[in-house]
């Protein structure tokens, strides 16, 4: 691994993985405890538009796609406040316009047709100096505001209507955490892929959970666990010539699937332990 940062490509991916760890353990948490995972799920998808949109009309990857992202974004949070008991039959739909409008535009695209896998999967190994200050920038950006806000998205996240009586503003709150899991998620789709960003957006924050005593360790126990699945994912990628994002996504999903297994193992042991200390005290 120490021999691959010897390429400048290498030490950027392994910046750009950092960076993208510390930005998902930190959205990626409040979607967790606020139970909006296949909400981020239909912003990804729906982000594919503003590639499409970006490619079509010859404009900047980056501000296009947020633009297009932040506007479905902003679309999906009022549904899902207006109409909470259609809200994933129409997430679904918006979803499935952004990916056809997408894939639409850019077969139309003059000229050369960017590769559609790079997006879908990721392409952490060409991620340029630029984006990785942009990462950087917008990264502080939403840690001073999660920080600002801190005990407001920690009343709403666990008990909206108590939040309410304390005169926190729910709704608007609300719109803000999705407008930043917009923006979250078109930083990370270059790492990780459209696909594949809600893996490393809620797989580090659930293993985490479990143990975290509070939201503030939960997203810095998700960052650290985010950071390890990068740095062992980019590694394998580079030992055995591998697609570096579904590499760190396979890492992430492998711990996953042990976590799951270890606490249904501890959770059988314990049930276990307590059913024989009870029949030693009735005997």
């Given amino acids: 691994m120490f021999d691959a940062l010897h390429f400048d490509f290498m030490r950027n991916a392994l910046a750009a993985g950092l960076l993208t760890s510390i930005i998902c353990g930190i959205i990626g948490t409040l979607v967790v405890v606020n139970r909006i995972v296949f909400l981020s799920g239909g912003i990804a998808h729906a982000a594919y538009g503003g590639i499409g949109l970006a490619f079509y009309f010859g404009l900047p990857y980056l501000p296009t796609t947020i633009g297009f992202s932040l506007a479905a974004s902003m679309l999906m949070a009022a549904i899902s406040h207006a109409a909470k008991h259609r809200v994933d039959t129409i997430i679904g739909a918006v979803w499935a316009f952004g990916m056809a409008v997408g894939i639409i535009l850019i077969d139309l695209s003059p000229g050369y047709n960017v590769d559609l896998m790079s997006y879908l999967f990721g392409s952490i190994l060409t991620v340029p100096r630029s984006?990785?200050?942009?990462?950087?920038?917008?990264?502080?950006?939403m840690l001073i505001l999660v920080v600002y806000y801190y005990q407001d998205l920690l009343a709403m996240s666990y008990d909206e209507e108590f939040a309410r009586i304390r005169g926190v503003p729910v709704v608007g709150l609300y719109f803000g955490l999705i407008g930043m899991l917009a923006v979250a998620i078109v930083l990370v789709i270059r790492v990780v892929g459209l696909i594949l960003v809600i893996a490393l957006l809620t797989m580090p924050p659930f293993i985490v959970e479990k143990y975290a005593k509070s939201l503030g360790q939960m997203m810095l126990g998700s960052s650290l666990l985010g950071a390890a699945f990068t740095v062992v994912g980019l590694w394998l990628s580079y030992l055995?010539?591998?697609?570096?994002?579904?590499?760190?996504?396979?890492?992430?999903?492998?711990?996953?699937?042990?976590?799951?297994?270890?606490?249904?193992?501890?959770?059988?042991?314990?049930?276990?332990?307590?059913?024989?200390?009870?029949?030693?005290k009735d005997t």
Avoid: E, H
């Avoid at 984006?131 to 950006?141: F, K, P, R, S, T």
């Avoid at 959770?267 to 332990?273: A, D, E, T, V």
């Fill in 131 to 141: 984006d990785l200050l942009i990462m950087l920038a917008v990264g502080g950006a």
């Fill in 240 to 280: 055995y010539n591998l697609t570096s994002g579904a590499s760190i996504i396979v890492v992430a999903s492998v711990v996953f699937l042990l976590s799951l297994l270890f606490d249904q193992a501890w959770s059988r042991f314990r049930k276990r332990g307590a059913v024989s200390v009870t029949t030693d």
